[in-house]
């Protein structure tokens, strides 16, 4: 049990629409990453968080946009939805000074 | 740009029978490499860890190599079992830095493990 939670498990938007995805990080975590994974795919690194500032981001544009709280719990913000980014979205946590990265279970986003 | 390549891209094997999955990469300065198990649907179980220093890894029937020189990893899996079945990655750690836990992924390998 890695301790790592997301919500929603699943939700469907249409294009254009925005959608917020949470996700609840291990008590003590300071970092926090978020990937995408198209169906058939690797995850792909969207960006990281810590302490609460964001100090990494991989190819996605500025419409791809995250909050860290101060409880460790994270946000991940997609404006302007495109059917492209119809995927699994998965958020891992750590500690620093320790390799160790804690996946949660996902949430699944369609976009019509 | 590291990009990292998982040959082969499904394999089934009858169930007992011991197998090697392959992962490669193309920048060899990494912190580490890692080798995760994903079922359908599901997020990321980490099953082996390998800092560049190390040439290998063992968790009971797992053994995971590196070769950082030559941009390459091996996952065997020895006497697999149904429940094996899944979707390995492999995914390398670019930076030691605090808070810099970005990793790239492989596709990864779907592996069917027939009773």
């Known amino acids: 049990e890695t301790g790592v939670t997301q919500s929603p498990t699943h939700l469907i938007k249409t294009r254009g629409q925005q959608v917020t995805l949470r996700c609840s990080s291990q008590s003590g975590h300071n970092t926090v990453s978020w990937y995408q994974q198209a169906l058939g795919q690797g995850p792909q690194f969207i960006f990281q968080?810590?302490?609460?500032?964001?100090?990494g981001r991989g190819n996605f544009p500025p419409r791809f946009s995250g909050l860290q709280f101060p409880n460790y719990s994270s946000e991940l913000n997609v404006n302007a939805l495109e059917l492209d980014d119809s995927a699994l979205y998965l958020c891992?946590?750590?500690?620093?000074?320790?390799?160790?990265?804690?996946f949660g279970p996902g949430t699944r986003l369609t976009v019509l | 740009k590291q990009e990292v390549t998982q040959i082969p891209a499904a394999l089934s094997v009858p169930e007992g029978e011991n197998l090697v999955l392959n992962c490669s990469f193309t920048d060899s300065a990494i912190y580490n490499l890692q080798w995760f198990r994903q079922d359908p649907g599901k997020g990321l179980t980490s099953l082996l860890l390998?800092?560049?220093?190390?040439r290998e890894q063992t968790s009971g029937r797992l053994n995971a190599s590196l070769d950082k020189s030559s941009g390459r990893s091996t996952l065997y899996i020895a006497a697999s079992q149904p429940g094996d079945s899944a979707t390995y990655l492999c995914?390398?750690?670019?930076?030691?830095?605090?808070?810099?836990?970005?990793?790239?992924f492989g596709k990864g390998t779907k592996l069917s493990v027939i009773p």
């Open positions: 891992a946590s750590s500690w620093t000074g320790t390799d160790t990265q804690y």
């Open positions: 390998i800092q560049s220093s190390q």
């Open positions: 995914a390398v750690r670019h930076n030691s830095g605090a808070g810099s836990y970005q990793l790239t």
């Open positions: 968080y810590y302490r609460e500032e964001e100090n």
